[in-house]
Protein backbone atom coordinates (compact mmCIF):
# COMPACT_ATOMS: atom_id res chain seq x y z
CA UNK A 1 0.00 0.00 0.00
CA UNK A 2 1.32 3.25 -0.75
CA UNK A 3 0.24 6.55 -0.22
CA UNK A 4 1.26 10.06 -1.84
CA UNK A 5 1.57 12.75 0.72
CA UNK A 6 1.31 16.48 -0.45
CA UNK A 7 1.01 18.88 2.38
CA UNK A 8 -2.37 21.31 2.08
CA UNK A 9 -2.07 24.31 0.62
CA UNK A 10 1.73 23.30 -1.20
CA UNK A 11 1.63 23.90 -5.15
CA UNK A 12 1.69 20.37 -6.82
CA UNK A 13 4.92 18.86 -7.99
CA UNK A 14 5.08 17.95 -11.51
CA UNK A 15 7.06 14.74 -12.40
CA UNK A 16 7.34 13.57 -8.47
CA UNK A 17 5.79 13.43 -5.26
CA UNK A 18 6.58 15.15 -1.91
CA UNK A 19 6.43 12.06 -0.42
CA UNK A 20 5.17 8.74 -0.28
CA UNK A 21 3.87 6.52 3.01
CA UNK A 22 4.45 3.14 2.01
CA UNK A 23 4.42 -0.39 3.76
CA UNK A 24 5.61 -3.77 2.62
CA UNK A 25 8.90 -5.53 2.42
CA UNK A 26 11.64 -2.89 1.36
CA UNK A 27 14.19 -3.03 -1.80
CA UNK A 28 16.74 -1.35 -1.84
CA UNK A 29 18.07 -0.53 -5.22
CA UNK A 30 21.95 0.11 -5.56
CA UNK A 31 23.13 2.71 -7.88
CA UNK A 32 21.98 1.82 -11.54
CA UNK A 33 23.73 3.19 -14.59
CA UNK A 34 22.66 2.83 -18.56
CA UNK A 35 24.68 -0.50 -19.13
CA UNK A 36 22.87 -3.45 -20.43
CA UNK A 37 22.58 -6.94 -18.08
CA UNK A 38 26.41 -7.25 -19.88
CA UNK A 39 27.57 -4.26 -17.66
CA UNK A 40 28.16 -3.35 -21.70
CA UNK A 41 27.10 0.53 -22.74
CA UNK A 42 25.23 0.05 -25.79
CA UNK A 43 25.05 4.56 -26.25
CA UNK A 44 26.75 7.35 -25.16
CA UNK A 45 23.25 9.25 -25.39
CA UNK A 46 21.71 10.81 -22.38
CA UNK A 47 18.05 9.66 -22.68
CA UNK A 48 19.05 6.16 -23.84
CA UNK A 49 21.14 5.82 -20.42
CA UNK A 50 18.38 6.74 -18.71
CA UNK A 51 16.11 4.43 -20.54
CA UNK A 52 18.66 1.32 -19.93
CA UNK A 53 19.05 2.51 -16.37
CA UNK A 54 15.57 2.77 -15.36
CA UNK A 55 14.99 -0.55 -16.99
CA UNK A 56 17.41 -2.12 -14.41
CA UNK A 57 15.77 -0.84 -11.70
CA UNK A 58 12.55 -2.30 -13.19
CA UNK A 59 14.21 -5.65 -13.21
CA UNK A 60 15.88 -5.39 -9.86
CA UNK A 61 12.52 -4.44 -8.05
CA UNK A 62 10.77 -7.18 -10.18
CA UNK A 63 13.30 -9.64 -8.85
CA UNK A 64 11.82 -8.87 -5.56
CA UNK A 65 8.61 -9.69 -6.41
CA UNK A 66 7.50 -6.16 -7.10
CA UNK A 67 6.30 -3.78 -9.81
CA UNK A 68 7.06 -0.17 -10.96
CA UNK A 69 4.73 0.97 -8.79
CA UNK A 70 5.96 -0.27 -5.76
CA UNK A 71 9.09 2.43 -6.65
CA UNK A 72 8.58 5.16 -3.47
CA UNK A 73 11.99 7.03 -3.79
CA UNK A 74 14.78 7.38 -7.27
CA UNK A 75 17.56 9.84 -6.29
CA UNK A 76 19.04 10.46 -9.75
CA UNK A 77 22.84 11.31 -9.75
CA UNK A 78 23.62 13.47 -13.26
CA UNK A 79 26.57 14.92 -15.05
CA UNK A 80 25.18 17.69 -16.72
CA UNK A 81 21.82 19.10 -15.62
CA UNK A 82 21.64 21.73 -18.43
CA UNK A 83 21.87 18.81 -20.71
CA UNK A 84 18.86 17.12 -18.43
CA UNK A 85 16.41 20.51 -18.46
CA UNK A 86 17.00 21.01 -22.73
CA UNK A 87 15.85 16.87 -22.61
CA UNK A 88 13.25 16.89 -19.96
CA UNK A 89 10.76 16.17 -22.76
CA UNK A 90 12.17 12.99 -23.90
CA UNK A 91 13.37 12.01 -20.74
CA UNK A 92 9.45 12.37 -19.35
CA UNK A 93 8.59 9.76 -22.28
CA UNK A 94 11.12 7.15 -22.04
CA UNK A 95 9.84 7.75 -18.34
CA UNK A 96 6.18 6.89 -18.48
CA UNK A 97 7.49 4.44 -20.96
CA UNK A 98 9.66 2.17 -18.26
CA UNK A 99 7.33 3.36 -15.06
CA UNK A 100 4.20 4.26 -16.66
CA UNK A 101 2.39 7.25 -14.49
CA UNK A 102 3.97 6.33 -11.32
CA UNK A 103 5.66 9.23 -9.28
CA UNK A 104 7.43 8.61 -6.45
CA UNK A 105 9.52 10.92 -4.38
CA UNK A 106 12.42 11.97 -5.87
CA UNK A 107 15.84 13.47 -6.02
CA UNK A 108 18.27 14.78 -8.18
CA UNK A 109 21.71 16.49 -8.15
CA UNK A 110 24.24 16.85 -10.99
CA UNK A 111 27.89 15.47 -9.65
CA UNK A 112 30.91 16.14 -11.19
CA UNK A 113 31.70 12.47 -12.40
CA UNK A 114 30.87 8.91 -11.94
CA UNK A 115 33.03 6.02 -11.06
CA UNK A 116 31.88 4.39 -14.80
CA UNK A 117 33.23 6.69 -17.63
CA UNK A 118 31.00 6.23 -19.90
CA UNK A 119 27.58 6.62 -17.82
CA UNK A 120 25.67 9.99 -18.24
CA UNK A 121 23.33 8.98 -15.22
CA UNK A 122 23.22 7.15 -12.06
CA UNK A 123 20.20 6.33 -10.10
CA UNK A 124 19.85 4.68 -6.76
CA UNK A 125 16.04 3.42 -5.50
CA UNK A 126 13.74 2.40 -2.68
CA UNK A 127 11.12 0.32 -3.42
CA UNK A 128 8.20 -1.02 -0.79
CA UNK A 129 6.68 -4.22 -2.34
CA UNK A 130 3.69 -5.57 -0.95
CA UNK A 131 3.24 -8.25 1.78
Given at each position: ??E?L??E??????G?ANG??A?????F??????????????T????A???????N???I???A?????????????L??K????????E??????????R????MA?????G??????K???Q?IA????
Open positions: MHIQPGWAAPKYVARGRMVVGGQIGWNADAVFEDDLVQIRQTLLVVAVARGGRPEDVTTLTWYLDREYLARSRIGQVYREVLGHFPAAVQVSLIEERAVEIAVVGD
